[in-house]
């Protein structure tokens, strides 16, 4: 049983009465076999040349603007009181075409329409079977040219013909849909995939299917290892070189970090919070965090060597982030993330300074959000095998560390420096270097615990020679 809103078959029927035929299309009837929900709905109509026809059938359902004049798409923005619909909602309208590949790119096609076009040709220029599947709304019937329902109940993922290398984009969507639908991609899917050149492709576009994969899919690491197999990581050679590289050289573990990469991502997912400027920072943290990990400086157990990335281990996370997104704000704050995942650990292991441990808990939750560093630790210590059981683990250094904040009443970036201008004013100082030079060193002995009242910072100022 297909489901979609009634308003469609009315519309739908008013096609039909100007020897029109309207098709349901694409996601909307994948997922209805797949009982899953669909907020987008496709409809191709046939039998209708002209553009201005449709657009005045649909204008009598709601408002409707043209989009994409390559493709020709009308888009209807149902009325929500005309339609006695609970809320608006929009519909896409497009007619049967023949893409022509004339350039590289995703872009790089001419488009012809023809109204008398077969569904199965029209079809036919679909990426897979799955989504080649066509409702027709007026006789309530299924149609299926290329088996895409036997794929469906097989959970399988299959091109339809040799065109489907002509659009780069395919093959990151092949590596997203298998993630998101949990499904297997045919092997000579694969093999079509690995002859594809995805690097002509703009790197927004690139992005966007990752970020379909890392956010929709309760187990992204099914992607990820199809992102292996059909040759995407090639463009990302940070990610590719993680296959290569044996935890056990630098952790008690059996697995490399390829493994261990795809066990944290998948814990990752589940602790996503359903903001996508959040999650997608959290899940590429987790996809990323072994990367340069061969250039690591691991000092779990002292608090006065260093902990983490240096800036050369860092430059894996930076290449491969750059090769995906422009968006520098996604980009300082993995990296951030990133450069103090070992924080969690070093304090968990260091309980004996609590001076110490409180002036690092201090500095942190001025740099980046503790929760979030929290996050990794407990979706990495799910891949790994430090200190016995990994969930216990993750579990006791949550509970430690919340515990101190709520005792040192820490928040995300809350800390405020006791020792301001102002009161440097009234003692006489004025602004400049000075000035600038006892406000932040007031501030890092505020941090470390040494300073805790205006009265001490002011005292602790007095002591200084100027």
């Known amino acids: ?45 046939f039998g209708i040349a002209n553009l201005y026809l449709l657009k005045n059938i649909l204008s009598r359902f709601g408002s409707v603007s043209t989009v994409g004049k390559s493709f020709g798409v009308i888009k209807l923005k149902i009325d929500q009181y005309k339609n006695k619909v609970d809320k608006p909602f929009e519909v896409d309208f497009s007619f049967p075409r023949k893409d022509f590949k004339i350039n590289a790119g995703h872009k790089g096609f001419e488009t012809r329409f023809d109204p008398d076009m077969s569904y199965a040709e029209a079809a036919s220029r679909r990426d897979f079977t799955i989504n080649s599947i066509g409702y027709d709304l007026s006789s309530n019937t299924i149609i299926d040219p290329f088996d895409g329902q ?151 157990t002292e608090f006065d060597k260093r902990c983490g990335y240096d800036k050369y281990g860092l430059m894996p996370v930076k290449l491969f982030l750059s090769k995906l997104t422009n968006e520098k704000y996604i980009i300082k704050e993995v990296l951030m993330l990133i450069k103090y995942s070992y ?3 070093q304090l ?8 110490k441990y409180d002036s ?22 799910h891949g790994s ?16 560390i919340t515990g101190r904040m709520k005792v ?16 440097l004013k009234k003692t006489g100082i004025k602004a400049g270097p000075v000035m600038g030079r006892l406000l932040k060193e007031a501030f890092a002995r505020q941090l470390d615990g040494k300073i805790t009242t205006i009265q001490e910072a002011l005292k602790w100022v007095e002591e200084q020679s100027i």
């Open 150 to 300: 036997k794929d469906i109940k097989n959970k399988i993922l299959r091109h339809i013909n040799h065109s489907f290398i002509e659009d780069p984009l395919r093959v990151l969507r092949a590596m997203q849909l298998s993630s998101r639908l949990n499904f297997r991609i045919a092997p000579e899917t694969i093999n079509l995939c690995r002859k594809v050149n995805i690097s002509e492709l703009p790197k927004e576009r690139i992005f966007e299917e990752f970020k379909k994969l890392l956010l929709k899919s309760e187990k992204p690491s099914t992607g990820i290892k199809y992102a292996y197999l059909l040759g995407i990581t090639d463009m990302f050679q940070s990610l590719k070189d993680l296959a290569n590289i044996p935890q056990s050289i630098l952790e008690r573990s059996e697995c490399n970090l390829w493994d261990h990469t795809l066990m944290t991502l998948d814990r990752m997912s589940e602790y996503k919070t359903g903001n996508e400027k959040k999650d997608i920072i959290l899940m590429l943290a987790a996809l990323c965090h072994n990367m340069g990990k061969e250039m690591k400086i691991e000092y779990i």
């Open 408 to 423: 040192l009443n820490l928040t995300t970036k809350s800390i405020k420096p006791i020792l301001t201008g102002a009161h």
């Open 360 to 381: 690092i808990l201090r500095k942190l939750s001025m740099k980046l959000p503790i929760e979030d560093l929290i996050k990794l630790a407990r979706a990495s210590c």
């Open 1 to 45: 049983m297909i489901k979609y809103p009634p308003v469609l078959l009315e519309i739908a029927e008013t096609i039909l009465a100007e020897n029109g035929k309207a098709i349901l299309v694409g996601g909307c009837v994948r997922d209805s076999f797949l009982k899953m929900e669909s907020k987008d709905f496709d409809i191709e109509v």
């Open 343 to 345: 924080k969690p650990f």
């Open 385 to 400: 095998d430090m200190s016995g059981s990994d969930d216990e683990t993750a579990s006791e250094i949550e509970e430690q």
């Open 348 to 355: 968990y292991f260091n309980t004996n300074n609590q001076d």
